[in-house]
């Protein structure tokens, strides 16, 4: 079984979409392929299906799901002739839930996972241009928002959001690899939408001061800095970290012939997560409030 969810879900059997057109059965479906070869509790399910209040029919409307899950799975068997596998084979019932086997299977996110940690150790052995390959490569696999076509309960979306950071931290990594390689002018085009994007990312907005400066528009990247500042004094009350403030000041006060700065986390080594997105972040203080 082949599964794609870094995008629209696809889940193919035999190259047969077993892919349902009805919202609540797609949901069953994408949360059993988040977790492609384990136990997906009945009572996580339900909490997808239906929130913390679901319906006194519940299991057995989530049973009806499942049936139709295996049909479709039986409509993909059906073009198999040498094997004897039927659909509760693939969509097993296990005490306590239920499990999708992949059996030896291609699942997009693991891949992600696995091409991603490359660039990881690329980067900590400070082959920058292998890192710039091997987490361009991670990212292609991205076609979209994780499960862009699929309704989503509080499961599902903490999945998703999960994936994105995921992304946000390759990206992050692989820009940061660019500009050691002294791409700055290159990615000039992408980092202009990325900080668009995400408004509140400083790490992004960092890279971007960065290439900006690096490429003689000193004026430019102070004019970025000033602009997440007044974001972040705006929606969280919040100044830029102490590391965005140390770049910000190092371009302000840089002869034209003097070297660059450094960007936030531009230390060659992935972050922990994507800055400026926690309130409570490191490195920040509170704007000063007047009552």
């Known amino acids: 079984m082949d599964i794609e969810v870094l995008g629209a879900l696809s889940v193919r059997e035999n190259g047969v979409s077993v892919v349902p057109t009805a919202p609540k059965p797609r949901q069953v479906l994408a949360l059993l392929a988040l977790h492609a070869d384990q136990v997906v509790p009945v009572a996580a399910l ?14 057995t409307t989530l049973q009806t799901y499942v049936l139709q899950l295996r049909e479709l799975i039986a409509e993909a068997l059906a073009h198999r002739e040498d094997e004897r596998c039927t659909p509760k084979d693939i969509l097993a019932t296990v005490p306590g839930g239920y499990r999708l086997e992949t059996r030896a299977g291609t699942v997009d996110y693991r891949e992600f996972e696995r091409r991603a940690g490359a660039g990881y150790r690329a980067m900590d052995a400070e082959d920058y241009t292998g890192a710039a390959r091997r987490l361009a490569d991670a990212l292609s696999l991205w ?16 999945e998703a959001k999960r994936l994105e950071e995921t992304r946000l931290c390759a990206l992050d990594q692989r820009i940061e690899a660019d500009l050691r390689l ?4 290159e990615l000039l085009p992408e980092l202009t939408v990325l900080v668009n994007q995400y408004r509140m990312h400083e790490s992004l907005h960092g890279q971007f001061m960065l290439a900006l400066h690096r490429s003689g528009r000193r004026g430019e990247a102070l004019d970025v800095y000033q602009r997440l500042r007044s974001t972040l004094v705006s929606e969280l009350g919040l100044e830029p970290s102490v590391a965005l403030s140390r770049l910000q000041r190092s371009i302000l006060m840089a002869r034209p012939d003097a070297p660059a700065a450094t960007a936030p986390n531009g230390n060659g080594r ?8 926690a309130p409570n972040g490191k490195g920040r203080r509170p704007v000063a409030r007047t009552s």
Request: charged residues 25%.
């Open 143 to 158: 076609s979209g928002p994780a499960l862009t076509d699929i309704q989503v309960g509080s499961l599902i979306d903490m």
């Open 270 to 277: 992935r972050p922990d997560a994507p800055a400026a997105t």
């Open 182 to 185: 002294g791409r700055h002018r």
């Open 46 to 59: 339900v909490e997808e299906l239906w929130g913390a209040k679901p319906p006194r029919s519940a299991r």
